[in-house]
């Protein structure tokens, strides 16, 4: 399961290097994990090629959760890389039909785990939504809320994006921590994203 590491890993970093550090100071932090779940769906079979997809689901006061789902290689290809320019020329090439219904589904995803990990400044846990918001990744919600108060001054139309945000985390929180079963962390899985962050590959001519 060491492919689960790497995915995580490279996740983490395109995140969060520009807070993260071996001997952390007030502005930045250390990364361990503290745990994690997988429960496997289908076989993978020996020298069967497969992709690991890892995205963050949610947060609370102490651990940001990441999920990874292990699928069938191919399978499924985002339309566009945030940060990978010349991979977008790929997409296109590399696309494959959509695979939404459950029954198709369960032929490309092999596993699922839930990763948890904390950020630290020795012995102090810094919260994961502060470095989200340190890290450019989340909006403040004061900032927000003063936004709003300011809009609803001039025309009264503002959709807060904090507010959105923190619906949905706490809607997939429960999923993280396993509290609605495997089947609900199974179903987490979007394979056929607009957009991912990056594709990273064991081998270069991958």
Request: glycine residues 6%; aromatic residues 10%.
């Amino acid at each position: 399961m060491a492919y689960i590491d790497v995915s995580r890993g490279n996740l983490c970093l395109v995140l969060f290097s520009q807070r993260l550090s071996f001997r952390p100071k007030h502005n930045t932090a250390s990364m361990a994990l503290g745990g994690v779940q997988c429960v496997f769906r289908r076989e993978i079979k020996p020298y069967q090629p497969y992709e690991v997809w890892s995205r963050v689901l949610s947060w609370d006061e102490k651990w940001i959760y990441i999920v990874t789902h292990f699928i069938a290689r191919g399978a499924h290809q985002p339309a566009r890389f945030r940060v990978q320019d010349q991979r977008n020329s790929e997409a296109p090439a590399r696309g494959r039909e959509s695979c939404q219904s459950g029954k198709e589904k369960g032929k490309t995803v092999f596993a699922s785990t839930v990763s948890r990990i904390v950020f630290k400044q020795g012995r102090k846990t810094v919260p994961p939504e502060k470095m989200l918001v340190e890290c450019g990744l989340l909006p403040s919600a004061k900032a927000e809320l003063d936004n709003e108060a300011s809009a609803n001054d001039t025309n009264g139309v503002f959709q807060s994006k904090w507010r959105l945000i923190e619906e949905r985390r706490k809607r997939d929180l429960e999923i993280a921590q396993l509290k609605l079963g495997w089947d609900a962390v199974y179903d987490t899985f979007e394979g056929d994203v607009s957009m991912a962050l990056g594709r990273y590959t064991d081998l270069l001519w991958r």
